[in-house]
């Protein structure tokens, strides 16, 4: 099928760098002679056809901004076949010839379903803090995101050391540690307890004991969210160590923010080459980095190679934390 006119929508949590993704999408469809729609609010909008046209200028100046312009949702209609049904039938009647999705896994999964049950053409871009997506080595927001929260911890430090204390620090990133664990080892936290790796609150409470007997006085923790909250952490080693203890939950702010250089780059290298697959007839795939290159990835590809790698990356890290925080 021939390619004259693409839908662009941004799906499931936002993440610093969508814009510039839409940015790259909207500006290298034009250079390649293409319609660009915009759908706003996620696959809602896909389902609602809740539609406006994009030009070269609706892209200018967002580059550096967070957030994105498309608006974003989690569409629980769409993971039903009959919301599916009726997307496409919007795309269909608007003589939409390929759509691109920028999001993350649950996304993707419905991007997945969208393209194999209807035979539509359906490219993903990575975009998530939470770099929880096999086939890409970074999605985009990621680095952003752990910037953000490393800018809250070093802030953190600062009262930790004057007050002597102990404080517990919970980071987004769903079942996944990446904020975590690099946070972790960019912040010089003293511990960080995510869910790839056994975590042992009594054996940490037992080195905060004996830290603080050989005269070390303030200890980060850094908790992933899916591994607890930070309150009931932090209220169980004030009960098991006696020393006082405080927590916070960075929240949403690592959402936000302009995007870094790292993320501004590879948002528009993700989001030109999604243009380039579906000009190519390229279609149930998404686009990732690998070291320095751009590649196509199938949506559903196990990846069982990444995973393994990601998961060895992430011990490497967890080891490193441990002994540069003794
Ligand atoms: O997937 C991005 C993310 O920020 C996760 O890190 C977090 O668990 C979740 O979204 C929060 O979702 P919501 O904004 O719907 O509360």
Redesign the pocket.
């Given at each position: 099928m021939e390619i004259h006119k693409i839908a662009l929508l941004t799906s499931?949590?936002d993440?610093p760098g969508m814009n510039a993704a839409i940015r790259a999408v909207v500006r290298s469809a034009i250079y390649h002679h293409l319609e660009v729609v915009g759908v706003l609010k996620g696959y809602q909008g896909l389902i609602d056809a809740n539609f406006v046209s994009l030009q070269l200028e609706s892209v200018s100046n967002i580059i550096g901004r967070g957030g994105t312009i498309l608006k974003t949702a989690?569409c629980a209609e769409f993971f039903e076949k009959e919301g599916r049904k009726k997307a496409v039938e919007q795309l269909k009647k608007n003589r939409i010839d390929g759509l691109i999705v920028i999001g993350?896994n649950g996304s993707f999964r419905g991007a997945h379903l969208l393209a194999i049950e209807h035979n539509f053409p359906v490219i993903g871009v990575p975009g998530?803090?939470?770099n929880d997506i096999m086939g890409t080595d970074f999605s985009i927001g990621s680095d952003t995101a752990v910037n953000t929260a490393l800018e809250a911890i070093d802030k953190i430090r600062d009262t930790v050391s004057s007050m002597e204390r102990i404080f517990v620090v919970e980071v987004?990133?769903?079942k996944e540690g990446y904020i975590a664990l690099r946070v972790g080892l960019g912040g010089g936290a003293e511990d960080v307890l995510i869910p790839q790796t056994e975590y042992d609150i009594e054996r940490m409470c037992e080195d905060i004991k004996r830290g603080r007997k050989r005269g070390k006085v303030s200890w980060i923790i850094i908790v992933s969210?899916g591994v607890a909250g930070s309150k009931d952490v932090a209220s169980l080693i004030e009960d098991i160590t006696g020393f006082e203890t405080r927590s916070i939950t960075l929240g949403?702010i690592?959402?936000g923010g302009s995007p870094t250089a790292m993320d501004r780059i590879l948002a528009s290298r993700l989001g030109a080459e999604a243009v380039n697959a579906l000009l190519k007839g390229e279609s149930d795939k998404m686009t990732g980095i690998s070291g320095e290159e751009v590649k196509l990835v199938d949506f559903i590809s196990a990846c069982a190679q990444e995973r393994k790698k990601k998961n060895r990356l992430d011990r490497e890290i967890y080891g490193l934390v441990r002994i540069l925080a003794t």
């Open positions: 499931g949590g993440a989690r993350g998530t803090i939470d987004m990133g769903r969210e949403h690592q959402r």
